[in-house]
């Protein structure tokens, strides 16, 4: 049987060459134009190749989202740009417009996988879609375990699912709050994610007040303890969502579902979900996160009342760029100091380390380190690598 | 150029100005003021045969598995009857129309995704002869697709615009958490100065624009158009059939909270 993908988002190509190292087996990135994270870094054609080049020796994907709402001003650049990408050596887009699956299959010979845009829902769709050529499907968020099972049942090409991270709050692709308030184009990636934003409701022009005030903003996914089942139904891929997210959110949360693949594979009779994985992901969060719509729930226990908690900011200490005669060599990402006790983890591999020592980039002992992106060098007997982590020891 | 009503109430002899209608099925269509029984429907389409009305159906609901048995019915069931066409969101309609063998026409209406011309024409070449086009995009671009296809094609020019659908009752959840006991009919958000209606029916919730989209200057521009689609959601009867009538006879007005949308606002999504 072929083992389950694990599909990690990636903003830019630190970000991807992270998601590799720490599990992943494929990564999805943004490129020039044409995906829905305009905002985000995205990778020019030459770092797309270098992404590649990068992922492909080692044995790991690069699909890229093609996925926004086309306009008749972009017509003209869309052969273009897919061959480009083909080029590039991709290994798959991710599209939701048919007319770019359709060009991308007459024109290019990238496979082609429909975006969870296209709120695909039932194995009519996937099967419409099959019929076309593709290769994927990214089911819509709003399925159930049973409605996947179905699906899987009824047709015939890979079937993708979201495991981990936001939600919009409604069907994706059929939302445009953010073109009307901002006039910011959700389906061109603008989202400025109004659903998150505090509104005031009123009934029959009554204002309802309550403790907190009326918002659409969801909990998190999270299907940590869900994955044997998934890998059993036989789902191609497992996606986390977060393209704009750091690399330390992408380490943490890649290695973390590949530590759940790779146990249950490993044995699958005598696996057990260990309960502290989901502290772990939780410490990365900015919101609650459970199963949403995989249980069949979508009732108050969803919703998100509670604003945003920041603490992925907090836990994340410095990543190791060198590691010489026994120092490392760290960049900053958040203030520590000496004396604290800290954890240091890679993609197999956690520790637990006391700072005694901190060396700046002249030469001195100093005490704290305290500006953002400062190299300084700590001694520590062990071998670390470059792309391990620090991070405080809760 | 024909007009085509979105109705607000069963009694479609309020819009007998019109020259078509498109109406919801209950269990099948989001986003409507009014849901109709396949019963219903039938009797409607001899009335309006006999009229030289058209019709056309919206099964606009995003389909999951449950859906598709009675989806099926009710293709199969309208097969028999005269309607003109079936607006789609979900592309099981697509497949089911070539599985069926059912020899009405579609309508393309992913609502935020009809926003180009070679999209036009690929669904085109999928034996779909209609688009009803996005709100989201600017009357030039509204112009070069009709310039660029040939589908017969629609736009909302009157009503308030759908502007988010979810399968979460997000009105229901809240008041749940809260424990908040109401009996309200209806609901509207407040954010900046707007109110936003909005509805949780048994299907989904609704968020609707705060203005009511008004481009009945915009007919003569848009002269090579098929259809205008005039949304009654949310409107009192009376000021509907005046609203037809100045449309029939381009008669301009522009109300207080009227506003011309994205007709003249091109949307952005690069924020650098």
Redesign the interface.
């Known amino acids: 049987m072929k083992k389950i993908e694990l599909l990690s988002p990636a903003g830019d190509l630190e970000r991807l060459k992270i998601a590799c190292l720490y599990g992943a087996d494929a990564v999805y990135i943004g490129g020039p134009i044409f995906g829905l994270r305009?905002?985000a870094n995205n990778f020019t054609f030459e770092e797309i190749k270098e992404g590649c080049k990068f992922a492909h020796e080692l044995g790991k994907k690069v699909h890229v989202t093609v996925n926004?709402?086309?306009?008749?001003k972009?017509?003209k650049y869309?052969k273009e740009y897919l061959k480009k990408l083909e080029e590039c050596g991709i290994d798959a887009i991710i599209v939701?417009?048919?007319?770019i699956i359709?060009t991308a299959l007459k024109e290019t010979k990238i496979p082609v996988h429909v975006s969870t845009q296209?709120?695909?829902?039932?194995?009519?769709?996937v099967?419409?879609?099959e019929?076309q050529g593709v290769s994927r499907v990214v089911l819509?968020r709003?399925?159930s375990k049973e409605?996947i099972k179905?699906?899987l049942d009824k047709t015939n090409v890979e079937i993708e699912c979201f495991i981990h991270g936001a939600m919009c709050?409604?069907?994706s692709?059929?939302?445009?709050?953010s073109?009307?308030?901002t006039?910011?184009?959700?389906?061109?990636?603008?989202c400025a994610q109004i659903?998150r934003?505090d509104?005031?409701?009123?009934?029959?022009?009554?204002n309802?007040t309550?403790?907190?005030p009326?918002?659409?903003c969801?909990k998190d996914l999270s299907m940590i303890n869900h994955i044997p089942e998934m890998i059993d139904m036989g789902i191609s891929s497992l996606k986390i969502e977060g393209r704009m997210r750091s690399i330390y959110y992408i380490a943490t949360v890649v290695s973390t579902y590949r530590k759940v693949i790779d146990s249950y594979y490993d044995d699958p009779n005598n696996y057990k979900y260990d309960q502290k994985l989901k502290k772990v992901l939780d410490a990365v969060a900015n919101r609650d996160s459970i199963a949403q719509?995989f249980d069949g729930n979508?009732?108050?226990s969803?919703?998100y009342?509670n604003g945003r908690m920041e603490l992925s900011n907090q836990d994340f200490l410095g990543v190791v760029i060198d590691y010489n005669d026994k120092y490392a060599i760290i960049e900053q990402r958040n203030y520590f100091k000496k004396g604290d006790t800290i954890e240091i983890f890679g993609p197999n591999n956690c520790l637990t380390y006391k700072v005694d020592e901190i060396i700046d980039e002249d030469g001195n002992t100093i005490d704290v380190v305290r500006h953002p992106r400062q190299i300084v060098k700590i001694p520590i007997d062990f071998k670390v690598n470059k792309y391990d982590m620090l991070r405080i020891k809760r | 150029m024909k007009l085509i009503i979105m109705p607000n109430n069963k009694d479609l002899s309020i819009y007998r100005n019109a020259d078509a209608y498109l109406l919801g099925i209950d269990g099948l269509s989001v986003n409507q003021s009014v849901y109709f029984k396949m019963d219903e429907i039938k009797s409607i389409a001899k009335e309006l045969k006999d009229s030289n009305k058209e019709l056309f159906i919206s099964l606009n609901k995003n389909m999951h598995n449950n859906d598709l048995k009675y989806l099926k019915e009710v293709l199969l069931e309208l097969n028999d009857i005269d309607i003109n066409g079936v607006f789609f969101y979900d592309v099981s309609i697509v497949n089911l129309k070539e599985k069926l063998n059912l020899n009405y026409d579609l309508v393309w209406n992913q609502e935020h995704f009809s926003t180009n011309y070679s999209t036009c024409n690929y669904w085109y070449s999928k034996g779909v002869n209609y688009v009803c086009l996005s709100n989201e995009i600017t009357l030039r671009e509204i112009k070069e697709i009709i310039d660029n296809t040939k589908m017969k094609t629609m736009v909302m020019l009157y009503g308030y615009i759908p502007m988010f659908t979810s399968k979460r009752k997000i009105i229901n959840n809240y008041k749940n958490y809260f424990n908040i006991n109401d009996n309200f009919n209806n609901y509207k958000i407040y954010k900046e100065g707007n109110y936003y209606p909005i509805i949780n029916d048994k299907n989904v919730t609704t968020v609707y624009s705060s203005k009511i989209l008004n481009g009945i200057e915009e007919l003569d521009e848009l002269n090579k158009l098929d259809y205008v689609l005039i949304n009654s959601y949310g409107i009192d009867d009376n000021k509907i059939k005046d609203v037809i009538d100045c449309f029939k006879n381009r008669k301009v007005f522009f109300d207080e909270n009227n506003d011309k949308g994205f007709l003249y606002k091109e949307t952005v999504y690069k924020v650098k």
Do not use: M
């Not at chain 1, 926004?68 to 008749?72: P, V």
């Not at chain 1, 939701?96 to 007319?99: A, G, T, V």
């Not at chain 1, 296209?118 to 769709?125: F, G, P, V």
């Open positions: 305009a905002n926004i709402a086309l306009h008749n972009e017509l869309i939701s417009d048919p007319y359709d296209a709120s695909t829902l039932n194995y009519e769709s099967d419409f879609f019929k819509g709003e399925t409605e179905e699906i709050s409604s069907y692709g059929r939302c445009v709050l073109n009307f308030f006039n910011r184009d959700a389906n061109r990636g603008g659903c934003w509104f005031d409701l009123y009934g029959d022009d009554k309802i309550s403790e907190k009326f918002t659409f969801t719509f979508y009732d108050e969803t919703q009342y």
